[in-house]
């Protein structure tokens, strides 16, 4: 017995031994993980694994517990992979460098793979379909933001066990293939945000099981095929941010089990189809910015399950007529554009669960109500109505709000002071009122306020809230109001700072430098005096710089501008600036590159907002909406316009118009090819144009007058093909005027007044190259006579045959010629 005991004591560690490769992953697995570990880290040629959190992947350890992937519990083959949002490096202009969609392939391998999520990586290329085909027990693909292009593989419509696909935020350009429909199992297709062409294909009908389906934001047109209508079982349908067209197909109005229908951002014409009552468990009904027409239905207020309501920018009409008593609870409700009249509808008072509210560009009438103000509300959005009166103090005692926008109204009155009680409060837009008296101190005592704007209102006075340096605000916009005195220290994570049309006055205060992420400067028309401050340069990250109509003198220091390499937009115009044109002003990057564009966007606490596009986007809810951000105002052309924040990423600008600058222009401006317009009229500037400017690939605009220059216009200007205004008036320029290209559109008198020397075909004034000398007319008489004499030769060449020919004709008719009788000759040749 003791014996037999050693013996199992001498076996079971064999046995263990020979029993761990079934308690570990397949080697084949293995190989293909570590294959794909290797190909990441030559990709971007390092060794260090943790960069990329696969530091757990070894060839001496078990791939079960790695992280990022998992096996099944019994087989111990590889089930699911978590390779999402692999970090990866930053390279140049903080630009990812993505994968290929190559290095998948060491992963196609893992036949058992039940889930592969490959999200956020970058990952560009065309999808393999002999891979995806390899993936017979797929559940769940997701392969959303990421760069991938070409056509949906036909290969993925055979996995028939996939139940969720996610292809969203990439750049796909095939429409899905009539293959589609072999997938009779699928239960969720997202091919969300992708740029697919082409119609949503009609073998959708066959897939009757999906329960979630969504194609938004792809390149979709034409209708929704009657087939949707065989998706019994659909609890989502999104089908938002294409170019869907017709009606809405009646069969939607069969799919009892649907909660989400979305399909706002199209062009959906028709009326709100009453079948859409039946669909009992909807509880999000987008339908906003479409053409759909006729008046609002007041049955939608009696679907007891609906909780997102956004009706929108259609040419939908309210009647202000019926009484609405909703038998839902609304959590999100946008009704803005719906010519709404009067007061602020009451009813919305009984939604105790509201969240969201947006009424804006309607009709309102009527002061801010108590009750709404009561409201334990987030987001109040109330823009361009005609709102009127003042603001209820009970509105900043809210624990809860986050957004309010209230621009483009009549509101009137001084701000409370208890606004700094709204703790929580990220955005205040307060734009386009009547707002007056001095800006409350507790607003700087708001935690999270991260945007602020109380331009064009009547707020005066030289004492400001006090704000921490360190706090959150962002965007500040004091524009267009009557505020005296020393410009305020603000935060220095502020990144927008907008002070113009105000009292102003002193120097350009050196706090200003604190700020290293500012982006936006802009203090044009007010009293600001001092020498143009060479601090500026301290400020890398500027990309706008607005100083227009001050009281600014001394010289443009080149030191000044050799660090603003993000500088886009440059006025300095109407100020006392003499000296030179500092030739540094031509190794502007910002201005050198075509098409750079300029990015504004910050993240708040609960939202994001994206100065480019004017939207902010919240975490609070899946939602977009626009915002007024204050215009930058530039002599465009010869005009005072406004240039928009979507515009200014596009457009590049240097205004050192209306000073007093002497001397040469720098022929270094030449190389800013990405600028739009140069405006340095009414100057002292003398010598010459420099050809250089003919390199200004991207210029549109150029005023050069009221100035001392002389000599000619050079030749190159004919390479500017986008350039539409060229003011050289009032100066000493002579020669001709360029021809050829947009020179030749250049007509207008006025804008080469005053050159007396100037001549061309665009001021109808004759070059004296272009007439013709003496020499000329005799040299041209000279040729006259050739001709002539060459005619007379010709004639003489070709009428004696012809006349002579003719002679022998008529004598042979006439019977002078007779049959000669034969006669022999003899004949000499006579040697030469």
């Not at 009527?366 to 009127?388: C, D, H, V």
């Not at 006075?461 to 020393?486: A, H, M, R």
């Not at 220095?492 to 500012?518: V, W």
């Not at 006392?576 to 993240?603: D, H, Q, R, W, Y």
Request: glycine share 8%; charged share 15%.
């Amino acid at each position: 017995m003791g014996k037999q005991l050693s013996l199992i004591k001498q076996l079971v560690p064999l046995l263990f031994c020979m029993l761990m490769p079934c308690l570990s992953c397949p080697a084949h697995h293995k190989q293909s993980l570590l294959h794909f570990k290797s190909s990441l880290l030559h990709l971007y040629n390092t060794s260090n694994s943790s960069y990329f959190d696969l530091e757990s992947w070894n060839s001496t350890s078990d791939c079960c517990t790695w992280n990022r992937v998992v096996c099944s519990s019994q087989s111990r083959d590889i089930t699911a992979l978590h390779l999402d949002a692999i970090p990866i490096p930053y390279y140049t202009n903080n630009i990812h460098i993505g994968m290929n969609s190559t290095i998948l392939d060491p992963v196609y391998g893992i036949r058992s793979l039940m889930l592969l999520n490959i999200s956020d990586n970058y990952m560009q290329g065309k999808i393999s379909g002999k891979g995806l085909a390899n993936f017979t027990q797929l559940v769940q693909l997701d392969m959303s933001y990421n760069n991938f292009n070409d056509s949906i593989p036909l290969q993925l419509f055979q996995l028939k066990f996939l139940q969720y696909l996610d292809l969203g935020h990439n750049s796909f350009n095939g429409g899905l293939s009539g293959e589609v429909g072999k997938l009779a199992n699928l239960r969720t297709l997202n091919l969300e945000n992708n740029m697919l062409d082409g119609y949503i294909p009609l073998q959708i009908g066959n897939l009757t099981k999906l329960r979630h389906f969504s194609i938004g934001n792809n390149k979709f047109s034409g209708p929704i095929p009657d087939s949707i209508g065989n998706l019994k079982g659909l609890e989502i349908l999104d089908l938002r941010n294409n170019n869907l067209q017709m009606e809405i197909p009646s069969e939607i109005g069969s799919l009892c089990n649907i909660s989400t229908l979305a399909l706002s951002n199209n062009s959906f014409t028709g009326v709100i189809l009453p079948i859409l009552r039946n669909l009992s468990r909807l509880d999000t009904l987008l339908l906003e910015d479409n053409m759909f027409s006729g008046e609002i239905p007041s049955w939608l207020f009696d679907i007891e399950s609906l909780k997102i309501l956004n009706l929108g920018g259609n040419k939908l009409i309210w009647n202000n007529n019926v009484k609405i008593v909703p038998k839902c609870m609304f959590f999100h409700l946008s009704l803005k554009s719906l010519t709404i009249l009067g007061d602020i509808p009451e009813w919305i008072s009984t939604q105790k669960n509201l969240g969201f509210l947006e009424l804006s560009d309607n009709q309102l009438t009527g002061r801010f109500p108590l009750w709404l103000a009561e409201m334990e509300i987030k987001i109040i959005l109330l823009s361009r109505n005609k709102l009127t009166g003042s603001i209820p103090f009970h509105l900043f005692k809210s624990t809860s709000l986050l957004i309010l926008d209230l621009s483009r109204n009549n509101f009137s009155g001084e701000l409370p002071e208890s606004i700094g009680n709204a703790e929580k409060l990220e955005v205040l837009l307060l734009s386009g009122n009547n707002f007056s008296g001095a800006i409350p101190k507790s607003i700087a005592d708001i935690p999270q306020l991260g945007l602020l704007d109380l331009s064009k209102n009547r707020f005066s006075g030289n004492t400001f809230p006090v704000f921490d340096p360190d706090c959150s605000l962002y965007y500040i916009d004091l524009s267009s109001n009557e505020l005296s005195g020393d410009i305020p220290m603000f935060c220095r994570e502020t990144y927008i700072l907008a002070l113009g049309k105000n009292k102003f006055s002193g120097y350009l205060p050196r706090h200003l430098t604190g700020m290293k992420n500012l982006e936006y400067l802009d203090i044009n028309d007010n009293n600001i005096t001092g020498d143009f401050p060479e601090f500026i340069s301290e400020l890398p990250n500027l990309q706008v710089l607005s100083l227009r109509n001050n009281s600014l003198h001394g010289s443009l220091l080149s030191t000044t501008f050799s660090n603003l390499s993000s500088l886009r937009i440059l006025d300095l115009s109407s100020n006392n600036l003499g000296g030179s044109i500092p030739s540094e002003l031509g190794i502007l990057v910002g201005m050198t590159e075509i098409g750079a564009g300029v990015s504004f966007s910050v993240a708040l606490n609960d939202s994001k907002v994206d100065w480019n596009e004017a939207t902010i986007s919240s975490s609070t809810g899946s939602f977009t909406f626009t915002i007024e951000i204050n215009d930058l105002t530039v002599n465009w052309k010869n005009a005072i316009q406004g240039l928009s924040s979507r515009s200014r990423r596009f457009y590049t600008l240097m205004d050192l118009s209306n000073n007093n600058l002497s001397g040469d222009i720098p022929a270094s401006l030449g190389t800013l090819k990405g600028l739009k317009l140069l405006n340095i009229s009414n100057n002292r500037l003398s010598g010459y144009i420099p050809p250089s400017f003919g390199d200004l690939e991207s210029i549109e605009a150029v005023d050069l007058s009221n100035n001392n220059i002389s000599g000619t216009i050079p030749q190159s200007f004919r390479k500017l093909k986008q350039l539409s205004v060229l003011d050289v008036s009032n100066n000493k320029l002579s020669g001709k005027i360029p021809r050829g290209g947009q020179m030749d559109t250049m007509n207008d008198l006025s804008y080469f007044a005053n050159n007396s020397g100037l001549c061309g075909m665009q001021i109808s004034v004759t070059c004296s190259e272009d007439e013709p000398t003496s020499d000329d007319a005799q040299e041209e008489e000279d040729d006259d006579g050739e001709q002539e004499a060459w005619f007379l030769w010709t004639g003489v060449w070709i009428g004696f045959p012809l006349g002579f020919i003719s002679s022998v004709v008529t004598a042979y008719l006439s019977g002078y010629f007779v049959k000669p009788t034969l006669k022999y000759y003899s004949v000499h040749y006579r040697h030469r």
